[in-house]
């Protein structure tokens, strides 16, 4: 449980998720937390799945994992360390009253923040008072939504970027476009080829009629990149998409 700030560091290198900046932002803001190594880093992380099968009748079912980022990398994503705190049944998604189903997890993380624990901690040999953080919410974007709070449609869909984000309305959809993006052609990559920063609006535009959909194999692209192809007037294209 210690691991966090007994692991060997390496310059340039996020072994642990404590050398990342976000957790040390943490620890400056609250140096009394910080400072007792055994008290607790934590990760939420909840969506809904249909346990009977998507070909059975709808139903929504909602398990809230909580994840202990004291460990290692290898050791907090195993199954034994990780602890389902509670599951929200169906039919439906709880949507916005999610948060009256995660009201005694609230209460207790609240606790556990506040005032502490009483815990034995068996390697030394003694009692302690143990607090816990909630560090990060893993979630997709409308499970992020409904635990947050805030509406992820409109203008101010970005909690942290608000008015000052970049959003513009498609002309024909009338639907908000949010990113812009590196277009490559795989077709023609070499080490030296420019890339063109296009939007991904005025690529749709200047083709006619496009359909959109992934293409699996496309040269040797990295696991973590886009791939679309566009299709217009017979003649398809492949592009590279870096969002």
Known sequence: MTRH???????????????????????????HFSAESRNV???????????????????????????????SPGMCMRSKFIFLSMVIPGPSSPRRN??????????????????????????????????????WTINDFPAYGMVSGWSTHGNLACLYYMENNKAFTLTNGVKLFFFTVIVVSCHRITGTERTKRISLLAELKRMLHPRVFLVKNCMMLCQSTVTLCLVSNQVSISFLVLV
Not at 5 to 31: L, T
Not at 43 to 68: H, K, R
Request: aromatic share 12%.
């Open 41 to 71: 880093h934590l990760e939420l992380c909840t969506d809904g799945f249909n346990p009977f099968g998507s070909f059975v009748a709808p139903y929504s079912c909602w398990p809230v994992i909580l994840t202990v980022y004291n460990l």
């Open 5 to 31: 700030q007994s692991h060997h560091v390496i310059d340039g290198v996020m072994v642990h998720p404590s050398d990342g900046e976000a957790w040390k932002h943490f620890n400056s803001v609250h140096p």
């Open 98 to 135: 999610i948060h009256v189903c995660l009201r005694p997890l609230i209460d207790e993380l609240t606790q556990l923040w506040s005032s502490g624990a009483l815990t034995y901690d068996i390697s030394r040999k003694q009692n302690f008072v143990v607090r816990a953080a909630l560090m």
